[in-house]
């Protein structure tokens, strides 16, 4: 795939992600945020993979690969955090106090 495709297929992603966020109905951000925390780990095994077959003569390609893995596991951790805290948020039975106090 040469680099152009590549910017093609990137800028298509981005722009039908934008109209397909932005027409979820509000009480369906949720389980959108968890679906793409999914996503987020699917990235995270493939910067893994990549870090795999990485050169490990090239000191470039390995702390490129590590930085890949590091920011994915950031982002889906803190994904999942997010998640978790906006359940919280619609919990009736007033344990989320409890739990936001810890």
């Known amino acids: 795939m040469d680099g152009f495709t590549a910017i093609y297929i990137f800028m298509l992603a981005a722009f039908t992600g934008y ?3 932005s027409r979820v109905p509000v ?3 949720t389980p959108l945020m968890s679906g793409s925390n999914f996503v987020h780990g699917v990235v995270l ?3 893994m993979v ?3 077959h990485a ?3 090239s000191p470039l390609q390995l702390a490129i690969g590590f930085v890949a893995v590091f920011l ?3 982002n889906a951790a803190g994904g999942y955090v997010v998640t978790e805290r906006m ?3 619609f919990n009736k039975s007033g344990s989320s106090k409890k739990e936001g106090a810890q």
Request: net charge negative; hydrophobic share 60%.
């Open 50 to 52: 990549v870090l795999g």
């Open 45 to 47: 095994v493939g910067a």
């Open 72 to 74: 994915g596991a950031a």
């Open 55 to 57: 050169d490990p003569e």
């Open 19 to 21: 109209e397909v966020i």
């Open 27 to 29: 009480i369906l951000h």
């Open 87 to 89: 359940l919280a948020m």
